[in-house]
């Protein structure tokens, strides 16, 4: 009875990494389309934003939300903005189910823009100069790590959104504000005042 007893215990385990595994798949098979909603928002939109700013930054409202001046710390509106939208909808209907979508967003996020960053000031650091086609690499390659890293931690989230909330409240004050009042530091000045 004894022997059984363990044998039983002994396989549970390897049954249950057989379940986690099928809702694991089960799960990335139906938040794919939640992907390809980000990757547009961001990739799509973000190009238009850049092609069109001239034009959409004569919507007082816009201004907050789109890159106002060349500058890194706008820049990365491209970025910040289309993942907020991304993570508020997908709170919104997945709710119950990914209670922890906004913290695993948040992180997402926070990786990908320390990654614009870091490489950009990297590439400008080496080229020493602007180069729009690398810039633009660098923002396509952000945004796939931004959908990959959300595509790996899809199933193993937090318990809690609030900190993912709080993060994102206080980075969209920060994009506000500092869209009016600028401070004097390098990642607020335009890029080609940076490199004269």
Excluded at 101 to 129: D, K, N, P, R, V
Excluded at 150 to 161: C, F, G, M, V
Excluded at 166 to 191: D, M, S
């Amino acid at each position: 009875m004894r022997v059984l007893l363990y044998h039983k215990d002994f396989c549970k385990p390897e049954q249950d990494i057989l379940e986690r595994a099928a809702q694991r798949k089960h799960m990335l098979k139906k938040t794919i389309w939640w992907d390809v909603l980000l990757f547009l928002l961001a990739g799509a939109g973000g190009t238009l934003v850049f092609l069109f700013s001239p034009v959409l930054m004569k919507i007082p409202v816009l201004c907050a939300l789109i890159p106002v001046r060349n500058s890194i710390w706008e820049n990365l509106k491209l970025l910040y903005f289309p993942s907020v939208l991304t993570a508020l909808l997908r709170y919104l209907c997945t709710g119950n189910l990914q209670k922890g979508i906004l913290t695993t967003y948040a992180e997402g996020t926070a990786m990908s823009m320390g990654l614009f960053l870091m490489i950009h000031y990297l590439i400008a650091g080496i080229i020493g100069a602007e180069y729009f086609p690398a810039d633009m690499l660098l923002f396509y390659t952000c945004i796939i790590f931004l959908v990959r890293y959300l595509r790996t931690h899809a199933d193993r989230q937090k318990k809690s959104s609030l900190s993912g909330m709080i993060f994102f409240l206080l980075l969209t004050g920060c994009f506000i504000y500092f869209t009016f009042n600028p401070p004097v530091l390098g990642i607020f000045t335009e890029i080609s005042l940076l490199l004269q």
